[in-house]
């Protein structure tokens, strides 16, 4: 089976969470053994190259940014398709409601020749065969706010890499300077993240914060206003696969996302496998039975909570081998024996392939 892999354009313009799931998901997937009733080949598929009817079946990835159109073509052309969503969980069924209200006061106003971006995204995961989400509030997010029949949605999250089980801070220390207890934030440097409002919430508590990641290159004052700040140390970006990453989450006292919101985030699950507590936004799609004691969520605009709960962990640090143990299960083998599982449910054996 040839399975191609698309998304939008732009995507690997830039590195994030996304981009990251995307090239772990197809190098596990071809790493699987061969096996009945077809064997497996995932690809990147280069639309300006390739015909979308080359492969057997399609997988696209985020239900935004104009894909409902890859899923439109697909099936024009006869191929079951597979939709990871990557929705907020913050969709629900008053502001799917209101949604669908914009949506047809939009069209009315332009005689139907504009669409939102609300009917998109539905567009997109009407037409998908398969939908999957990251966990079970996002799946609640696409049945409630989209009016999406529950059968067709698989929940599979991601996966973490090895090197973060294996984080140790030798590394870390040696290359900063930085000795004792810090809290560490990763991922973009941007007004959404809110590096700023944690900043400015431990301002007080004389814990260093170190941020790892690219600023937005719309809003160049945010890190400005963010190193002017004495606490605050940058390290800029660094590559996934860096050691200095891995030894960073395992030196941090805290990883903290104070986002506006999140999907799945991967930075959580990797700090949770360096053995490292994590505070972050309630708006995600992240469940994890029994983590209470590592981590802790708090509305993205609560700076008294932030502070709180990370002088909690300061004060009561959980045993890094049961951190670990929240998300040993979470390899990418085991997100890719799902998908690889919810593509052949496709292709029943008397079926022949579609097109």
């Given amino acids: ?18 981009q990251i799931q995307v090239r772990e998901t197809i190098a596990a997937l071809n790493r699987l053994p061969p096996g009945p009733p077809r064997g497996l080949r995932v690809e990147l598929l280069d639309p300006t190259r390739e015909r979308v009817d080359d492969y057997d079946l399609i997988h696209v990835f985020s239900a935004i940014n104009g894909n409902y159109r890859i ?19 913050a969709w629900d069924h008053r502001s799917g409601i209101v949604a669908r ?60 890499n090895p090197q973060f089980f294996g984080a140790d801070e030798t590394l870390f220390r040696r290359v900063t300077g930085i000795v004792g207890p810090f809290v560490l934030v990763v991922g973009a440097i941007s007004p959404y993240k809110n590096q700023l409002g944690l900043a400015r919430a431990l301002l007080d508590t004389e814990l260093p914060l170190v941020l790892i990641g690219a600023p937005q290159r719309s809003d160049p004052v945010y890190l400005q206003d963010l190193l002017r700040m004495p606490h605050v140390n940058w390290l800029g970006a660094l590559d996934h696969a860096d050691p200095l990453l891995a030894s960073a ?5 805290v990883v903290a996302l104070p986002s506006q919101g999140e999907v799945f985030p991967l930075s959580v699950l990797e700090a949770l496998a360096a053995g490292t507590p994590v505070l972050m936004t309630v708006d995600s799609a992240l469940e994890l039975p029994g983590a209470d004691f590592a981590l802790k969520k708090v509305r993205w605009d609560d700076p008294c909570g932030q502070r709180l709960a990370v002088r909690a962990l300061l004060e009561a640090p959980p045993e890094r081998g ?28 008397e079926q022949p392939r579609p097109g």
């Avoid at 398709?81 to 907020?88: H, I, Q, Y």
């Avoid at 669409?115 to 966990?135: C, E, F, H, M, P």
């Avoid at 989450?249 to 006292?253: I, K, S, V």
Wanted: hydrophobic fraction near 45%.
């Fill in 249 to 253: 989450y395992g030196a941090a006292t």
């Fill in 101 to 160: 209200l914009a949506e047809r006061l939009t069209g009315k106003l332009t005689t139907w020749n504009v669409q939102t971006n609300y009917a998109q995204s539905k567009r997109a995961l009407q037409l998908a065969d398969r939908v999957i989400a990251l966990g079970e509030p996002e799946r609640q997010a696409i049945i409630s706010g989209f009016q999406i029949e529950p059968g067709k949605i698989q929940v599979y999250p991601n996966g973490v």
């Fill in 1 to 18: 089976m040839r399975v191609g892999i698309l998304s939008y354009p732009m995507l690997f313009q830039r590195d994030g969470g996304l």
């Fill in 322 to 349: 049961a951190v670990r143990a929240l998300v040993s299960h979470l390899t990418w083998e085991r997100v890719a024996a799902q998908i690889a599982s919810c593509y052949l449910s496709l292709f029943p054996a």
């Fill in 71 to 89: 899923v439109e073509l697909a099936k024009e052309r006869g191929l079951p398709v597979v939709l990871s969503a990557l929705l907020s969980p």
